[in-house]
């Protein structure tokens, strides 16, 4: 099994910054891609950033120019660098992770995809 762990949420005024972190951690083979989604308050998850193993990223429109995501794979860590939040940034943010778990003896490792539990981001006006 794999688990990952997110810190750096919190409250902040609109035009503020937050940086996310986010560490897989577990019987990790292998970690691929990682990102950060979010689910605002009665609305559904939505992407926010991903990026690969090899760096490839990916952002959703919304954020563009003010987000940044980066990775350290020796620590199997991804990091959401948020700035110039607005009111509307408001949310649960969850990180995923598609990896490849180690298995004990011989048995073969074997992909499966995480979800973190979530850190809040509240921006106030």
């Known amino acids: 099994q794999v688990q990952l762990v997110e810190s750096g949420g919190g409250l902040v005024q609109s035009g503020g910054s937050l940086r996310l972190s986010c560490a897989a951690s577990g019987s990790i083979f292998r970690v691929n891609a990682m990102g950060w989604y979010r689910r605002a308050p009665g609305k559904q998850r939505d992407l926010v950033a991903t990026i690969t193993s090899g760096g490839t990223i990916t952002y959703a429109d919304s954020v563009k120019g003010r987000f940044t995501i980066s990775r350290d794979n020796a620590k199997n860590t991804v990091y959401l660098q948020m700035n110039s939040l607005k009111p509307e940034d408001t949310a649960v943010y969850v990180c995923?992770?598609?990896?490849?778990?180690?298995?004990?003896?011989?048995?073969?490792?074997?992909?499966?995809?995480?979800w973190g539990q979530g850190t809040q981001v509240t921006v106030a006006s």
């Open positions: 995923n992770a598609d990896t490849v778990v180690a298995q004990t003896g011989y048995l073969s490792p074997y992909p499966s995809n995480y």
